[in-house]
């Protein structure tokens, strides 16, 4: 985890995702084309979105509510309004919120779109889907964009997602994606504290990365 750290603080990385994202790019799955801009995480550089892409292409979303909590680009969520889902799509980024509906006016697509800290303008609603690709390195995030890469010093993130999520998941699938390079046990034990386990429902092996998708569930 330490060394993807380093690897994502690189400077010669740092500089490059800086000269590729100087403008919004282009991005594009299953002909629902959006612009991501600088400020929002780049689903097009690591291997997280593109894993849920087609995780939750292979799902039945017709007529069911379907949250994407922290959406960024929110082509997951685009994805699954085209799929037939009730999306709700929220994210803590204004930014990525704002471009987001933009993105899909243009696809035709309709999503409710909330901003939000995790669940808290989410209350007493329920979904039959959440999906989350949380940030997940341990270290301050100095600014909006840098929230979704890491979840606080002492994994603040998922210390109040596990608060919260236990009362959604009566009615939800939670599916959460998690790489190697991150501290998987620790964020484990943060769930158990609040009697939340987790199952692996995929494993996806990519170059040098293995992603891991669990259902998060209740004890
Ligand atoms: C790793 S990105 C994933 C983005 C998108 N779901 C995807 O798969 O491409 C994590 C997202 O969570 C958002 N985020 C971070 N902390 C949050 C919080 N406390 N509440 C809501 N969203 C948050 C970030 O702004 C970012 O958009």
């Known amino acids: 985890m330490r060394a993807f750290l380093k690897k994502i603080s690189h400077p010669f990385l740092k500089l490059g995702l800086r000269l590729y994202y100087w403008k919004p790019r282009t991005f594009c799955y299953d002909n629902i084309s959006i612009k991501v801009h600088p400020e929002v995480f780049p689903p097009q550089m690591t291997f997280s979105t593109k894993i849920l892409l087609d995780f939750i292409n292979d799902l039945d979303l017709k007529q069911k509510t379907f949250l994407e909590l922290g959406c960024g680009s929110g082509i997951i969520s685009l994805l699954a309004a085209k799929k037939g889902a009730d999306v709700t799509s929220s994210d803590i980024n204004q930014i ?90 620790k964020i484990k034990a943060i769930g158990l504290k609040k009697a939340l386990t987790f199952e692996v429902v995929l494993e996806k092996k990519e170059l040098v990365e293995t992603n891991y998708i669990f259902k998060v569930v209740s004890l």
């Open 96 to 185: 990525a919120l704002d471009y987001l509906a933009t993105n899909a006016s243009k696809n035709k697509l309709q999503l409710k779109i909330v901003h939000s800290d995790l669940f808290d303008k989410l209350k007493n609603q329920s979904f039959d889907y959440i999906i989350i690709n949380p940030p997940y390195y341990p270290k301050k995030p100095k600014n909006i964009k840098e929230q979704a890469w890491f979840c606080g010093e002492n994994f603040e993130y998922f210390e109040k997602l596990f608060v919260q999520l236990p009362s959604y998941l009566a009615t939800a699938n939670c599916y959460m994606i998690l790489s190697q390079d991150c501290d998987v046990e």
